[in-house]
């Protein structure tokens, strides 16, 4: 009886999704291949290298060349998800069973390679920058903040600004795992998570509906997908564009590896001239 309570809990069952999706095949996103090619076009190779090796705010990449590339990042991903989940209500409501939970599995690993694509755009680490399949609790815990952003929840709004300045403050280029994993942001995770449960199964069951009747299904489905996906991709983007951690830091002429904040000048290590 606890065991089916565990499996109900919307917390659980969102976790599982997460984790789940996670694990898809071409879900995680290189965060150097893919700010190479993003600012190829756009940057000199030395700006390109300073942004892999420390952020784009770092390298002082301006804030229209970041948003162009946002919204190009989710054009492309809101479209492909929307075709698959177009192609996914064909079969009608025969195939319900096996076409909602391949839909919404796909459909939330689109929502995390849109994440993982703005947050390195808006100078967050590498989120999955360990080996294997395994999800640590600090990534966890901050794509779950992520997710409730996209889905509206001012509290991730909160938690993830919480996140982002201190990791601004400790110019850190990884997570803060404590806060994430215990300290004062963990309970609003689970809170959040909690939220994110219930809002997937609400979701699950529109998309059940819209795939009842063949061919209409299909439209339905791929309309119903990119006019939810296009708009919490944007929330996500306005959110991490505005946060601390987008801030540039500039060098001046007299003081060499040093950063600007304001009227503060904060030492910056070395670089080394390797590649």
């Known amino acids: 009886m606890r065991q089916g309570k565990g499996i109900e809990n919307p917390e659980s069952r969102f976790s599982a999704v997460l984790v789940g999706a996670a694990k898809m095949p071409g879900v995680r996103i290189d965060r150097e291949a893919y700010l190479r090619s993003a600012l190829a076009r756009h940057c000199p190779e030395d700006d390109i290298r300073r942004a892999i090796e420390e952020t784009p705010a770092a390298a002082g990449i301006p804030a229209a060349i970041l948003d162009k590339l946002a919204n190009d990042s989710i054009r492309y991903e809101a479209g492909k998800v929307s075709a698959l989940s177009a192609a996914a209500g064909i079969p009608g409501v025969f195939a319900l069973p096996a076409t909602v939970p391949a839909d919404m599995a796909q459909y939330f690993g689109h929502m995390l390679r849109i994440a993982q694509k703005l947050a390195y755009l808006y100078s967050w680490p590498d989120l999955f920058s360990g080996d294997g399949d395994d999800v640590d609790d600090a990534t966890m815990g901050v794509l779950t903040l992520f997710f409730g952003v996209m889905f509206g929840a001012h509290s991730a709004n909160a938690a993830v600004g919480k996140v982002a300045g201190m990791m601004s403050e400790q110019v850190a280029k990884k997570l803060p795992q404590k806060a994430l994993t215990q300290g004062l942001v963990y309970p609003m995770v689970k809170k959040i998570a909690g939220y994110l449960g219930v809002e997937m199964t609400k979701q699950s069951f529109a998309k059940s509906l819209s795939k009842a009747i063949p061919v209409v299904g299909a439209v339905v489905s ?54």
């Open 222 to 275: 791929g309309g119903l997908t990119f006019a939810s996906y296009l708009p919490m991709a944007k929330r996500l983007k306005k959110h991490l564009s505005s946060l601390p951690l987008t801030e540039p830091r500039e060098r001046t002429g007299d003081v060499q590896g040093k950063v600007i904040r304001g009227s503060v000048v904060v030492q910056r290590p070395e670089r080394s001239d390797r590649l």
